[in-house]
C-alpha cells in the first residue's frame, strides 16, 4: 500500500509562485512513475505533469508547459511541482498519483494511476 500527502498548496497572486509536494510513505516510490493532477470545482480531473521513475521522462500539459516543473527525489521519497507565474485558471485542487508502472504515457489519464493523495488547494487571485 501506498500512502501519498500533499502540501503547499494555499493562495496566491497571479504570477506568483507555489511549490507543491508529495511525500510517500512506500520504498517502491522510486519504482514507479508519479503525476500530478487537478481539478477545479465543477469539472473534471485533468493531468498537469509527470515523471518517469527515474525523471529522465516527462510530460506537461500544454496549458502548463513553460510555467510548471514537476521533480522528484527518490531518497526521499517525494514529489514536487514548482509552479510559476500562477494564473486564475490554474485554481484548483491539485492531487499527486503513482502510476502502475514506471513510465508515464505521453498523455496521462487517471485510470493509468493507482493510488491518490488527498489533494492540495490552490487558489491564484487576479
Known amino acids: 500500500q501506498v500512502q501519498l500527502g500533499e502540501s503547499g498548496g494555499g493562495l496566491v497572486q497571479a504570477g506568483g509562485s507555489l511549490r507543491l509536494s508529495c511525500a510517500a510513505s512506500?520504498?517502491?516510490?522510486?519504482?514507479?512513475?508519479m503525476a500530478w493532477f487537478r481539478q477545479a470545482p465543477g469539472k473534471e480531473r485533468d493531468f498537469v505533469a509527470a515523471?518517469?521513475?527515474?525523471?529522465?521522462?516527462?510530460y506537461y500539459a500544454g496549458s502548463v508547459k513553460g510555467r510548471f516543473t514537476i521533480s522528484r527525489d527518490n531518497a526521499k521519497n517525494t514529489l514536487y511541482l514548482q509552479m510559476n507565474s500562477l494564473k486564475p485558471e490554474d485554481t484548483a485542487d491539485y492531487y499527486c498519483?503513482?502510476?502502475?508502472?514506471?513510465?508515464?504515457?505521453?498523455?496521462?489519464?487517471?485510470?493509468?494511476?493507482?493510488?491518490w493523495g488527498q489533494g492540495t488547494q490552490v487558489t491564484v487571485s487576479s
Open positions: 498519483a503513482a502510476s502502475y508502472s514506471g513510465v508515464p504515457t505521453r498523455t496521462p489519464v487517471a485510470r493509468e494511476y493507482e493510488y
Open positions: 512506500e520504498r517502491l516510490f522510486s519504482s514507479r512513475a
Open positions: 515523471i518517469s521513475r527515474s525523471g529522465g521522462i516527462i
